[in-house]
């Protein structure tokens, strides 16, 4: 699969199939991020990856649509340093999300993002230091129903590009 067939069928998946992701998948979901641009290439963002499904379960009570993270093989949390500081910190945040994404829509895997809300909560589930945030965790799995792999857009999916792009100016 080219990264433009991976933009193009890649599906949120909420529903995940009870099977551990082999070790070497996890790695290389977790390297995509790692791999990702970051602003001044400060790499700004931590990941906590979990695979114990008590701590997903606790974990997806952190965030109001967040249900999802509790029957995730694996959830990666996506640490930064304080997110109201400057506007690249949750974009680079976000680069690594899509990096992770794609990397395992290509191998097989679905994934969906979690807004976490009880930040406070969240960090004594994760006991991570006070100088790390978290807003964004995310959901790893092989997809419960096999076609969502190969899914069409829904009716209705993304507007046409001609009703987003301006041309050099509004």
């Known amino acids: 699969?080219?990264?433009?067939?991976?933009?193009?069928?890649?599906r949120a998946v909420r529903k995940f199939k009870v099977e551990a992701l082999p070790e070497d998948v996890v790695n290389a979901i977790l390297n995509a991020g790692r791999r990702s641009q970051s602003?001044?290439?400060?790499?700004?963002?931590?990941?906590?990856?979990?695979r114990d499904r008590s701590v997903l379960q606790v974990l997806s009570e952190c965030g109001t649509w967040a249900g999802h993270l509790a029957g995730a093989a694996l959830g990666v949390a996506i640490l930064t340093p304080e997110p109201t500081a400057?506007?690249?910190?949750?974009?680079d945040a976000g680069q690594a999300a899509a990096f992770m994404q794609l990397a395992a829509w290509e191998l097989g895997v679905g994934s969906v993002p979690a807004s976490i809300y009880e930040h406070e909560k969240a960090r004594g589930i994760l006991g991570f230091p006070d100088e790390w945030h978290l807003r964004i965790a995310l959901s790893f799995g092989y997809p419960l129903e096999d076609e969502k792999l190969t899914a069409?857009?829904?009716?209705?999916?993304?507007?046409?590009?001609?009703?987003?792009?301006?041309?050099?100016?509004?």
């Open 39 to 50: 602003s001044k290439n400060e790499q700004g963002w931590r990941f906590i990856a979990i």
């Open 86 to 91: 400057k506007f690249q910190t949750m974009f």
């Open 152 to 170: 069409a857009p829904k009716k209705g999916g993304r507007k046409p590009l001609e009703d987003i792009v301006h041309w050099e100016k509004w």
């Open 1 to 10: 699969m080219d990264v433009s067939e991976a933009i193009r069928t890649k």
